[in-house]
């Protein structure tokens, strides 16, 4: 009956839960786990609290489908194991060259990671270049400003300046009049 907790167990015991848990890897203690609890057999415990073992218990892991391995019932009589030898020989082959595989994709992998800059990296220079474009455009509206300002400047000269020479060569005109009338 699975009635002793890991803890319960130890302290019966006079253990560590390190311990029953190497117990129950070895076979000595068999656990059931309810939940996400577990719990240890209470003859186990029991039978080692007085002294060990004195039977033999051998607990037999069920057989899994999803572990990718083949299972199959031994017959007694007529076994050949030169076959079994050569079926697991090809098997390992195959699995062996899977994982020579799979190794391979990771090296190319972790190549192109170690070959890649990363996320910050990236985001600091997209920074700087945007801080760039925006200081340059600042200066390009500057400058503009500053165009138009002088290029306002020199339409302001240039009507003052043909103003003057207009006046000048009234003035000559008017002073050119005079002289021949005074004459």
């Not at 029991?46 to 069920?62: A, D, F, H, N, S």
């Not at 190549?111 to 200081?135: C, G």
Request: aromatic share 4%; no cysteine.
């Amino acid at each position: 009956m699975y009635t002793i907790s890991r803890l319960e167990g130890a302290e019966l015991l006079s253990v560590s839960t390190r311990t029953i848990d190497r117990y129950v890897r070895l076979g000595k203690i068999r656990m059931k786990k309810i939940g996400k609890n577990i719990q240890l057999h209470q003859d186990d415990v029991e039978r080692l609290r007085r002294g060990g073992i004195q039977e033999e218990v051998t607990i037999v892991p069920k057989p899994r489908s999803d572990d990718g391995f083949r299972t199959r019932p031994i017959e007694s009589g007529g076994l050949d194991y030169k076959t079994l030898y050569e079926e697991a020989k090809d098997e390992l082959e195959r699995k062996d060259a899977s994982v020579r595989e799979l190794a391979y994709a990771l090296g190319k992998i972790e190549a192109d990671l170690k070959n890649s800059i990363s996320l910050a990296e990236h985001k600091k220079t997209a920074f700087l270049l945007e801080s760039s474009r925006s200081r340059s455009e600042e200066a390009a509206n500057q400058a503009r400003k500053e165009l138009s300002a002088l290029e306002t400047t020199l339409a302001t000269n240039r009507t003052i300046n043909t103003s003057l020479v207009v006046v000048t060569v009234i003035t000559a005109l008017a002073a050119g009049l005079v002289w021949f009338v005074s004459i």
